[in-house]
Nanobody, 119 residues
Framework: QVQLVESGGGSVQAGGSLRLSCAAS?????MAWFRQAPGKEREGVAH???????RYADSVKDRFTISKDNAKNTLYLQMNSLKPEDTAMYYC????????????????WGQGTQVTVSS
């Protein structure tokens, strides 16, 4: 069983930045960030495979950067130029299969960290 603990959420004004972290208790091949706004489905934000390959949702491309410290089994999401529509609960997910965008295929989830962007 892999445990994931997110941190770094908070409230920021539009145009601001936040950095999310996700500490994993063990290695996994794929780690990802998802988010869920009230009344909306959970959506993939970015993911990173152990080979370093990354993918981003179109809505966050060029604003968000996903990275991973393999020595610490810690995942990061640097979020710049934040918009009100980025407001959501952000979840860290992990699995030992190739990263994909389907949330229910991830076996491990963190408890989430809230990001609120005001205009």
């Amino acid at each position: 069983q892999v445990q994931l603990v997110e941190s770094g959420g908070g409230s920021v004004q539009a145009g601001g930045s936040l950095r999310l972290s996700c500490a994993a208790s063990a290695y996994t091949y794929c780690m990802a960030w998802f988010r869920q706004a009230p009344g909306k489905e959970r959506e993939g934000v970015a993911h990173i495979n152990s080979d370093g390959s990354t993918r981003y949702a179109d809505s966050v491309k060029d604003r968000f950067t996903i990275s991973k410290d393999n020595a610490k089994n810690t995942l990061y999401l640097q979020m710049n130029s934040l918009k009100p529509e980025d407001t959501a609960m952000y979840y860290c997910a992990a699995d030992n299969k190739l990263c994909r965008w389907v949330a229910y295929e991830y076996g491990y989830w963190g408890q989430g960290t809230q990001v609120t962007v005001s205009s």
